[in-house]
């Protein structure tokens, strides 16, 4: 990326990395910073932070989830909300750093500063890992010797230095992948790296683009969220691909509405963008707005459309919950243009062939996906049914053995494989289906398509000079029929209810 020379020849397993908006300022704690300058020095940096634990304490501020905080817990938990300590914050990962020193500074009013990237080398015995007994120490413990106070700027005489993350961590610091190091009011980095200040909106933009490094992604918390809203912070609208992004967000949760809006957004500031247009389709589709999804299709499609199937495929879709089963069809064959084997190209085109009773093509539609996916039970049982209405009543029987193969349970293949043996006078076994589909229904609460497989039950024992128990069939049918969006069926079960009882079939009538 080019964004820092010196990224490369840094390991950020052996560095940590912190990022500062000038490049004046060294790698010091904030509570050093804190007396004036002429007034500094490590007995009163020491004294800083004991004083805001004590207070902390004393103010009952020193309790969290139900357990008293250590005092670096304590320390931690008020830098967060802007307190100065001895604790400094560093980052494992270059590029955050890199995004903060390209930050404006807050204490220059027009900030013409420049930044820098401070890297340390991060390896033993230079920084003692906090484990969870020094945890239990006062803060003295890290701060043992106080150094020449003559000196400009007095150190310990101890120069062993501390590396902590918290046990419990907030999303911030999960976020920044932040560590604090701290046992000195301040310290030398190994390298570092001036950033320009005339570069530093073209590197926050590459972060973006490139890393997806942003204020919102460093700050996930609701003082970071609060921030980015502040009467400080100039409003600039968001781009079109920010737009897009929400838009993304909100469909997958499910808030369609709220996404082609975005979506409205997006395409105000880009009108060329194919696949925003592909996308708000998916959201008018998800809403049953077929016509409005079809405009943006066939937009897109316009725009980019050659090599972009799932543009043909989406608008077939749309087209066939329209029932305009030829449009549909001819862009299922475009899908098929530009990728022959797929699978459910060809079985939705199979099912709008179908639906214009192209039968035979539909087959061959079905045979295509079959092959590709054997074990997709709808496919069989809608080829069965092709074949079916071809009268191929054998080869009909065979896809729906197949499909119960698969899946022994598919009340479906029951009843549709006992309509094919009906058809060939196999009245026996075609109860055993109709037997079969019904036992699968669920027990306290009959399907009300149940009316059919008890019609067709009635039909076949009929047949088979059963008359008693094909009227309790038509019976427990006729309730059942008015359930059904299908006027004429209850007609039918009641004429042939009353043709049977008038012919003294009715076990009532003798």
């Not at 969290?64 to 005092?71: M, V």
């Not at 968001?238 to 808030?255: D, V, W």
């Not at 089963?325 to 062939?353: Q, T």
């Not at 008693?468 to 042939?496: G, K, M, Y």
Request: aromatic content about 14%.
């Amino acid at each position: 990326m080019g964004l820092w020379n010196g990224y490369n020849n840094l390991n950020s397993g052996s560095y940590l990395f912190r990022g500062v908006p000038n490049a004046a300022y060294r790698i010091e704690a904030s509570a050093f910073r804190r007396p004036k300058e002429t007034d500094r020095d490590f007995e009163k940096f020491l004294q800083i932070n004991r004083v805001l634990i004590s207070d902390a304490r004393l103010q009952g501020y020193d309790e969290k989830d139900g357990r008293k905080l250590k005092d670096l817990e304590i320390l931690a938990e008020f830098q967060h909300f802007g307190a100065a300590t001895c604790l400094i914050d560093f980052t494992y990962n270059a590029l955050v750093a890199l995004w903060f020193a390209c930050q404006l500074d807050s204490k220059i009013s027009q900030d013409p500063s420049n930044g820098k990237v401070y890297a340390v080398q991060n390896e033993p015995p230079r920084f003692k890992e906090v484990t969870s007994a020094l945890l239990e120490e006062d803060i003295d413990y890290f701060f043992q010797n106080i150094g020449d106070e003559r000196a400009q700027f007095p150190q310990p005489q101890s120069k062993q230095l501390y590396q902590w993350q918290p046990r419990q961590q907030n999303r911030r610091i999960i976020a920044q992948q932040s560590i604090f190091l701290f046992g000195d009011s301040h310290f030398d980095a190994d390298a570092e790296c001036v950033i320009l200040e005339s570069s530093k909106q073209g590197i926050l933009t590459a972060l973006e683009q490139g890393f997806g490094i942003t204020e919102s992604i460093l700050f996930p918390d609701f003082d970071g969220f609060a921030r980015l809203r502040s009467e400080s912070r100039i409003y600039t609208e968001l781009s079109a691909f920010e737009y897009k992004q929400r838009a993304i967000r909100e469909y997958l949760r499910g808030e369609h509405g709220l996404a082609i809006a975005y979506y409205d957004e997006a395409i105000r500031l880009d009108p060329g963008d194919a696949h925003t247009y592909y996308h708000r389709g998916l959201a008018y589709n998800s809403q049953k707005q077929y016509e409005l999804a079809i405009a943006d299709y066939d937009k897109a499609i316009n725009l980019k459309g050659e090599d972009h199937a799932e543009f043909y495929y989406e608008r077939g879709n749309a087209n066939f919950s329209l029932k305009r089963y030829p449009s549909a069809i001819r862009d299922y064959s475009e899908v098929l243009r530009i990728f022959p084997n797929d699978k459910n190209s060809h079985y939705r085109r199979g099912l709008a062939k179908a639906s214009l009773n192209q039968y035979e093509t539909a087959i061959a539609d079905y045979d295509e996906a079959i092959r590709m996916f054997p074990r997709h039970i709808e496919l069989y049982r809608w080829r069965g049914f092709a074949k079916y209405e071809l009268k191929q009543y054998e080869a009909a029987i065979a896809d729906y053995d197949e499909v119960i193969r698969i899946y022994s349970h598919d009340r479906k293949s029951y009843y549709q494989r006992g309509l094919a043996k009906y058809k060939l006078k196999q009245y026996a076994a075609a109860i055993s289906d109709y037997d079969k589909a019904i036992s699968l229904s669920h027990p306290l609460d009959m399907d009300p398509d149940d009316a059919y497989v008890y019609y067709q039950r009635a039909l076949a024992k009929k047949e088979l000079g059963c008359f008693e128990e094909a009227i309790t069939d038509l019976q427990t049918a006729l309730p059942l029929s008015f359930r059904v969006d299908d006027s004429l069926l209850a007609v039918i079960i009641n004429d042939l209810l009353r043709e049977m009882r008038n012919n003294g079939s009715d076990p009532e009538n003798e």
